[in-house]
């Protein structure tokens, strides 16, 4: 385990959370590529609340095809939105996308969909912690 996997493990143990995943295939997870990678879906859950990511694509050099190497909390942690994305104005000026482009605008919605769930499982104080991870 490294460092930042330390991290993480220590700051669910802190919150009180536990992860979990499950293996939902292997093929391409992103749009602009074909590359196949293991898919998960992920639960962070506490209690009765649950943060799920419906597919977190595995790195393409730790998918093995089975699911066999599934994804660490820090891995998904470390990708998911932990900052309020503005309006569509701003997300597409720090992020170098055209506000004239659907598959921005989808991509905002996604975000703040995602946004949305990580802001309603974490406390402002949790998601500090976590920001200090990375």
């Keep these: 385990m490294n460092e930042y996997e330390g991290k993480a493990e220590d700051f669910l143990q802190k919150c009180g959370v536990r992860f979990g995943t499950k293996f939902l295939g292997h093929g391409p997870h992103f749009t602009e590529t074909d590359n196949p990678r293991d898919i998960f879906r992920c ?3 506490r ?3 649950r943060l799920v ?3 977190f694509g595995q790195s393409m050099i730790k998918s093995d095809g089975s699911g066999g190497n599934p994804p660490h909390p820090y891995d998904v ?3 998911i939105t932990k900052y309020d994305p503005g309006d569509f104005e701003n997300f597409c000026g720090d992020f170098g996308y055209s506000t004239d482009s659907r598959k921005a605008e989808k991509t905002y919605k996604a975000v703040v969909a995602e946004w949305k769930r990580v802001a309603a499982f974490f406390t402002a104080e949790e998601l500090e912690a976590l920001r200090e991870i990375q």
Excluded: M, N, Q, V
Aim: hydrophobic share 40%; charged share 15%; aromatic share 8%.
């Design 43 to 45: 639960t962070f859950s």
């Design 47 to 49: 209690g009765r609340a």
């Design 53 to 55: 990511i419906p597919e």
């Design 77 to 79: 942690l470390a990708c």
